[in-house]
Each structure stands twice: as structure tokens, then as C-alpha cells.
């Protein structure tokens, strides 16, 4: 079973650039999350879909940042412009359905973001 | 407020000897607590959970952790270390729809 896909590993732009992520879920998880993750942190929860639906988007900037999942499955992020401030490695995961004490959420790999 | 702390930035130990990492919690109802582990450059794996079952968990790699809720407490133990156990941990407070996560320790394993 292949796990959460996400591209690109690895991107860096310079400040007040645009920049993308994409995710891929595991397929048949209806849940998707996107973190941010600073260096020395622990992941801290952007935005959560259930399917296409944003449920919970309370911690994403707005200003900047934008999230879609149109047809319920892959999912891209996306910063507008970008500061430096934004550099991190941004987590995608997935999980069958909500409920975490329940059910497992599993990431992927992560893109880290260099923002010069 | 719910509030995770790992109480160590960075743990060493040498190869063969046990493996101890803390981590409590601050909830205002009883919580489902895990451990992730991260390797450098992959993405956050669940190494065990406590849901309200029996208090002492057992999860995947020899890793295990106790929960005292007297203490708030949910610390990750391991008898003896190996050295692919050096990564990143995180403790992680989970309620229905998020988790909050510890800012993490690093384990060093010496050879």
C-alpha cells in the first residue's frame, strides 16, 4: 500500500514568490491534514478536510495561504507571496475517518520550504 | 487548555543501555496520548497510543509508555537502545478531530 505522497521534497524561492505543495492521501483516508512544522518544533495543525470540506481551517493564515481539496482526494497548499518567516517543512497526512484516539494518521514525508 | 511538554530537548545514551523520554500533559478531560517517532527526512510515524485502555502501552521497536494520571504523565521508556532508535520523538495530546504535539526531543544513540 503506498503511503501519502506529497511534492515537491524539497523547495526554495525567494520571498514574495509563490509556492505550492501537493498531497496525495492514502487512498480511501476521507480526513486530510496539512501541518506546519518549524525547525526544533513539533507539528502544528493548519488545516483539516473531511473530503472536500475544510472543517477546521481556524490556524491557517489567511492572507496568504490558501488550501483546496476539490474532488476529496489529493490536496494542494498554497502561499501567496511568501515570507521568511514561512520556511518550514510542511506535513500532509491522512486518516481513515476523524476521531485520532481512534483512528491512525499517517504522514508523509513532508516538503521543506526555504524562503530566502 | 490542552498542552503537551516533553520535558528533554535532547537525550543520549549508549547503545544497549535503557531509553527514558518524558513527556506530560495538560487536559481538562482524560486524554488519548501518543509517541511519533521521525527519522531525518521522513515523516512522523505513530510508535504507540494510550487510549483509556490498560495504562502501560506497548507499541512497535521494543518501545513502550506508561500512563500515570496522577502525574500527567506519559513517558516513553525502552530497555535497551539500538542505534536506529537515534530520531526525533514527539508526544502528541489527541482529542476527537487534532492532535498537539510536544516540541519534540532528539535522541542520540553512541556507539
Known amino acids: 500500500e503506498a503511503g501519502v505522497v506529497q511534492s515537491p521534497r524539497y523547495k526554495i524561492i525567494e520571498k514574495k514568490q509563490p509556492v505550492a505543495f501537493w498531497c496525495n492521501p492514502i487512498?480511501?483516508?476521507?480526513?486530510l491534514y496539512w501541518y506546519r512544522q518549524n525547525l526544533g518544533q513539533g507539528p502544528e495543525l493548519l488545516i483539516r478536510?473531511?473530503?472536500?470540506?475544510?472543517?477546521?481551517d481556524s490556524q491557517l493564515p489567511k492572507d496568504r495561504f490558501s488550501a483546496e481539496r476539490l474532488k476529496g482526494v489529493d490536496s494542494t497548499l498554497k502561499i501567496q507571496p511568501a515570507e521568511l518567516g514561512d520556511s518550514a517543512v510542511y506535513l500532509c497526512?491522512?486518516?481513515?475517518?476523524?476521531?485520532?484516539?481512534?483512528?491512525?494518521?499517517?504522514f508523509g514525508p513532508g516538503t521543506r520550504l526555504t524562503v530566502l | 487548555a490542552q498542552s503537551v511538554t516533553q520535558l528533554d530537548s535532547h537525550v543520549s545514551v549508549s547503545e544497549g543501555t535503557p531509553v527514558l523520554l518524558r513527556c506530560n500533559y495538560s487536559?481538562?478531560?482524560?486524554?488519548?496520548l501518543f509517541w511519533y517517532v521521525q527519522h531525518p527526512n521522513k515523516g512522523l510515524q505513530l510508535l504507540l497510543k494510550?487510549?483509556?485502555?490498560?495504562?502501560l502501552v506497548k507499541g512497535i521497536n521494543g518501545f513502550e509508555a506508561e500512563f500515570k494520571k496522577s502525574e500527567t504523565s506519559f513517558h516513553l521508556t525502552k530497555p535497551s537502545a539500538h542505534m536506529s532508535d537515534a530520531a526525533e520523538y514527539f508526544c502528541?495530546?489527541?482529542?476527537?478531530?487534532?492532535?498537539?504535539f510536544g516540541p519534540g526531543t532528539s535522541l542520540s544513540v553512541i556507539p
Open positions: 497526512a491522512s486518516s481513515q475517518s476523524p476521531g485520532l484516539a481512534r483512528n491512525e494518521q499517517f
Open positions: 487512498s480511501g483516508h476521507n480526513t
Open positions: 478536510y473531511e473530503n472536500e470540506e475544510a472543517v477546521d
Open positions: 487536559s481538562s478531560y482524560s486524554p488519548s
Open positions: 494510550y487510549t483509556s485502555a490498560a495504562t
Open positions: 502528541g495530546w489527541a482529542s476527537y478531530d487534532k492532535v498537539i
